[in-house]
Every structure is written in structure tokens, then in C-alpha cells.
């Protein structure tokens, strides 16, 4: 996300540094919108969700490890 902006940035089609973090931080905002829904959505139809806080790498292994061994058939 970020690249694209810098890149339009660079080549002129965006005038000043002010313009670049308002376009940012608006297109930021939008896929994160964007990415809520897509998990709501994902909810809804059945899908488990794992939210972690922060860098809990533990946790994340053991979620994991727990999906992919309901996954395997018997």
C-alpha cells in the first residue's frame, strides 16, 4: 500500500508530502475497513477467528498446530 504512494509521490502525481500522509492514512483506513469485513464475513460463515495480542508467537504455533491436525483425515 505504502509503495504505491511513494511511487505516485516520486513521480509528481502527488504534490507535496501533506497530500502523500492524507492519501496514506485514507487508504490505510480503507483496507482496514475492507479487511474487517472480510473477517466478519468470515465469521459469519462459520470460520473461527484467533485473535492474538502482540507477538505471542506461543500461542500462534499452538493455533496452528491445532487447525492442521483437525484438518488431517483420519
Known sequence: ???R???HFLEGSINNQNDLIQKLAA???QFARKQAKWFRRMERQGHAIHW???PDLETAVEIINA???AA???
Open 27 to 29: 487508504a490505510i483506513v
Open 5 to 7: 504512494y511513494v511511487l
Open 1 to 3: 500500500l505504502e509503495f
Open 67 to 69: 487447525a492442521s491436525a
Open 52 to 54: 492474538l495480542d502482540g
Open 72 to 74: 488431517k483425515p483420519a
